[in-house]
T-cell receptor
Framework: KAGVTQTPRYLIKTRGQQVTLSCSPISGHRSVSWYQQTPGQGLQFLFEYFSETQRNKGNFPGRFSGRQFSNSRSEMNVSTLELGDSALYLC??????????????FGAGSRLTVL | AQTVTQSQPEMSVQEAETVTLSCTYDTSESNYYLFWYKQPPSRQMILVIRQEAYKQQNATENRFSVNFQKAAKSFSLKISDSQLGDTAMYFCAFMKLGNNDMRFGAGTRLTVKP
């Protein structure tokens, strides 16, 4: 069974550009969550999607957005990139949201560097 | 708001010995889940062990076990017979029922020495 797949694994952008990251969940998983990991702030929740609907959103500016498709694949977008957006972006999937026994399975992440 | 605190930024242990990683959390919720995740240098977050708050019995998973003290809001991880492959960042995490907004601690970098 394939795990959570994130693409691209690495990317470099310049300030002001935008970026789109993709996440394919484990087959059968319908909930996708996104996290940002930085040395300074640690792991922070971005948002969560289930059945193509955003269920929950963390404390991030509106430049951070996401969506989920009917096949449960998800994308997140960051517009007008800032240096502080440099981070590892992790995607996690689960069967359903919030049922803690449905453990979050993480992907390997997308490493974004903003120059 | 829920917060998770890991007070040990770095730890080391000799191969085959036992090590305990500490974690405390703060919440007003009564139903929640606690997790330990491992992130090796490859950076893939891997679930080590989980604990349902309503269960009094401490979770165990092979060489990994937890000491869950609900009243004290403490959730420590014990690794027995440490192996070189246990070298990684370990994150303690909290999740309340109802969503996948998982709150993480700052992490403990564990090094297993040969």
């Amino acid at each position: 069974k394939a795990g959570v797949t994130q693409t691209p694994r690495y990317l470099i952008k310049t300030r002001g550009q935008q970026v789109t990251l993709s996440c394919s969940p484990i087959s059968g998983h319908r909930s996708v969550s996104w996290y940002q990991q930085t040395p300074g702030q640690g792991l922070q929740f971005l948002f969560e999607y289930f059945s193509e609907t955003q269920r929950n959103k963390g404390n991030f500016p509106g430049r951070f957005s996401g969506r989920q498709f009917s096949n449960s694949r998800s994308e997140m977008n960051v517009s007008t990139l800032e240096l502080g957006d440099s981070a590892l972006y992790l995607c996690a999937s689960s069967l359903e949201p919030g049922a803690g026994a449905n453990v979050l399975t993480f992907g390997a992440g997308s490493r974004l560097t903003v120059l | 708001a829920q917060t998770v605190t890991q007070s040990q930024p770095e730890m080391s242990v000799q191969e085959a010995e036992t090590v305990t990683l500490s974690c405390t959390y703060d919440t007003s919720e009564s139903n929640y889940y606690l997790f330990w995740y491992k992130q090796p240098p490859s950076r893939q977050m891997i679930l080590v062990i989980r604990q349902e708050a309503y269960k009094q019995q401490n979770a165990t998973e092979n060489r990994f076990s937890v000491n869950f003290q609900k009243a004290a809001k403490s959730f420590s991880l014990k690794i027995s017979d440490s192996q070189l492959g246990d070298t990684a960042m370990y994150f303690c995490a909290f999740m309340k029922l109802g969503n996948n907004d998982m709150r993480f601690g700052a992490g403990t970098r564990l090094t297993v020495k040969p």
